[in-house]
């Protein structure tokens, strides 16, 4: 596993929320330019995993590296070679789509004409260059998201996180989306793609893991998992239904901080 | 130095995406600008100045038929304010029995009893009395009431002092003629004062209140705006693209302090701007000494702004937590009334209230005139103040946003 050409190490990584452990100890790595499908029911702890290789959570305990710097003890270094589409869009709506990449690429040092000239490509690539000079805030969801993503690719990163790049999208927005996901595949990027969508996952990934309750539950090729659970024609819903069970999860406290407060002991300094 | 310079030109970045997305919001601007003119006009008209005492309802009841008593009525009636209106809006009543039921129906804010034994007891050498019926339902307009009355009734009796005395001057002169030489008004009032002003005219009290309000407006942009643009930020996920970019957590928060202390100084200018045009304050001191307040006011309240958006989880519990600090600050820091007239206890604790020395620094340098040597306590606090919150806050910040 330890291959040089991994660009995530991530060994016996926990974080913990009070007494709610969100990530129990896991440990995984990703090859440079693979696909990596992280899945999982609502409140698994995807999201709280992508935000520790992101440097935006502090690791409880266990080790990360990404592009061979530690997610900890470097953190500056890690940003430089990171991209990030969170849940949320990262997006000003009372700047237009160009001002909104202009502002992120500034904050990576790189020179004005080259920002302008890369985020004019993106834009063009994702069908958004009429739309330019409009506010990001009159755009719809869709939009929005693909000006969001050309953000997060604006400042070339070796590593870009995709934490759901396809909730609440239309099944056009979604395809180009994926069809982008795939273009940036064959452009050597790794990508760590989260969704809720089996087939989405199963047909842009190189390997998934399946991580329930805090913990890694099954990590191999979609085809392999597939394989593994006996019944015909066997869908990656199949096997993440039968790792996973169909209990339904209480995951109010990801979205609502009052809530999550609430949950980890009523301190409001908890977000 | 090149990493501080770094630092300084990513938190310009910053705070030029800030106010380039302040100014289009619209809606928010035209409050920006509304608020400190709302603030300045409402403090201006709603508290009782010299001028908006006028035709004040009040009742007489002169039962005597001297002449003396007809003087002092005539003077009540005639009283005017600098502006020429008429102070008192004068009904005649029967008797005192008379006046406390007008009171009681609201149709009077005061009386004044005058018995019929008035002029007699002055004739025949004896203290006579009038008697003032204040309405006690109205504290404010009753205390000026009773204070001009008083007046008046003070005036007239020296006057009468003085004839009575002139009189027994002259009679004791028969006698002693070294007398003949003493002046009525020196026995009676044996001391006189002059006020000497230190700035000319008289004093208002929007020369009292202006560089209150300027204080107090630029100390709210600055600690609600950072705490609430940071909050804001938070709960629309965009700082989590600030945080992730390879750019220290102190240009981040730099840049929120600048855009906000652009925002606080724009306010605050806009007051003073008011106060100038609108109601006649002029500004004593130097301009240069009052902008390097403002900033110390700036720089003074930063630190809890940063503190407050560390902590704060939504924008919601950033404005409550806001709200909580600021209002008490704003009564306790004699921005609206001196602290001199507090409790003694309340008194004690203005001390402690940064916006109390950012107020009187002001007020010197504005309404006296005041010179750097004059404020430099006021500035050493201040600036004290904001080191240690900065030194707090940078550093709570640091840690909040990656938990």
């Known amino acids: 596993m330890n291959d040089s050409s991994d660009i995530i190490e991530v060994k016996n990584l926990t974080k913990k929320f009070k007494d ?7 440990s995984f790595s990703v090859r440079e330019g693979e696909v990596f499908g992280f899945l999982g029911p609502n409140g698994a702890g995807k999201t709280t995993t992508i935000k520790m290789l992101c440097t935006l959570l502090r690791p409880t305990s266990g080790q990360a590296l990404v592009s061979g710097q530690d997610v900890v003890k470097s953190p500056s270094e890690v940003r430089k070679h990171i991209g990030l589409v969170a849940e949320k869009l990262i997006l000003y709506d009372r700047l237009t789509a160009m001002e909104n990449l202009k502002f992120f690429g500034s904050l990576y040092h790189i020179p004005k004409q080259e920002v302008v000239a890369r985020a004019t490509k993106w834009l063009k690539a994702l069908e958004m260059e009429k739309w330019q000079d409009k506010m990001a805030g009159t755009f719809s969801t869709g939009m929005k998201q693909r000006v969001n993503i050309a953000r997060a690719l604006l400042t070339e990163p070796e590593v870009i996180f995709l934490d759901e790049p396809t909730l609440g999208l239309d099944p056009q927005t979604s395809r180009s989306i994926r069809n982008f996901i795939d273009d940036l595949h064959a452009h050597g990027v790794t990508v760590i793609l989260t969704t809720h969508i089996m087939p989405e996952a199963d047909e842009l990934s190189d390997n998934i893991a399946i991580i329930d309750h805090g913990k890694i539950i099954a990590m191999d090729t979609p085809q392999n998992l597939k394989a593994s659970i006996k019944k015909d024609n066997a869908t990656l819903e199949d096997v993440f239904l039968r790792l996973t069970g169909r209990d339904m999860r209480e995951d109010s406290h990801e979205h609502i901080p009052s809530a999550r407060a609430h949950m980890f002991g009523g301190k409001s300094r908890v977000r | 130095m090149k990493k501080i310079f770094q630092i300084l030109t990513d938190s310009f970045r910053m705070a030029r995406k800030d106010l380039l997305e302040f100014f289009r919001d619209r809606m928010q601007l035209v409050f920006f600008i509304i608020m400190p003119i709302f603030m300045m006009i409402m403090t201006g008209f709603i508290f009782p100045t010299e001028n908006s005492l006028k035709n004040i309802p009040l009742g007489i009841a002169n039962q005597d038929t001297g002449q003396m008593s007809a003087t002092m009525t005539e003077v009540l009636t005639e009283m005017r304010t600098s502006n020429g209106d008429n102070i008192f809006s004068v009904k005649t009543f029967a008797d005192d029995g008379a006046l406390k039921d007008a009171i009681k129906a609201q149709k009077i804010n005061g009386g004044v009893f005058i018995s019929s034994d008035f002029s007699q007891a002055i004739q025949e050498n004896q203290q006579a009395s009038v008697t003032i019926i204040p309405d ?5 307009i009753s205390q000026i009431l009773t204070q001009v009355l008083q007046q008046v009734i003070a005036r007239t009796s020296t006057s009468v002092a003085q004839t009575k005395v002139d009189e027994m001057i002259k009679l004791t002169a028969i006698a002693n003629p070294q007398l003949a030489q003493v002046n009525a008004a020196v026995i009676i009032q044996p001391i006189q004062s002059t006020i000497d002003n230190l700035i000319p005219g008289k004093p208002n009290y929007f020369q009292f209140v202006a560089p209150g309000i300027m204080a107090m407006i630029v100390m709210m942009s600055v600690m609600t705006g950072l705490a609430t643009s940071v909050s804001r930020e938070r709960e629309a996920g965009t700082l989590d693209g600030l945080l992730i970019a390879p750019v220290s957590r102190l240009s ?28 006649g304050v002029h500004v004593y001191g130097s301009w240069l000494i009052m902008i390097v307040l403002l900033f110390l006011g700036v720089f003074a309240f930063m630190g809890i702004g940063i503190l407050v958006s560390a902590l704060a989880s939504a924008q919601e519990s950033a404005m409550t937590i806001m709200m909580t600090f600021q209002f008490p600050m704003m009564f306790l820091s004699g921005v609206f009334f001196p602290i001199q007239q507090m409790p003694q206890v309340m008194q004690y604790v203005s001390k402690v209230i940064p916006l109390t020395y950012e107020a009187t620094a002001l007020r010197k340098v504005i309404v006296l005139g005041a010179g750097f040597s004059s404020v430099w306590i006021e500035v ?4 004290v103040f904001g080191a240690v919150m900065l030194a707090i806050a940078v550093p709570t910040f640091r840690r909040a946003v990656t938990r």
């Open chain 2, 136 to 140: 006690q339902s109205n504290p404010q």
């Open chain 1, 20 to 26: 709610l452990t969100a990530v129990d100890g896991i």
């Open chain 2, 380 to 383: 050493l606090i201040l600036f």
């Open chain 2, 252 to 279: 981040i928060i730099l840049g929120k302090a600048f855009s906000q202390t652009a925002r606080g100084m724009i306010q605050g200018m806009i007051v003073l701007l008011l106060a100038i045009v609108l109601f």
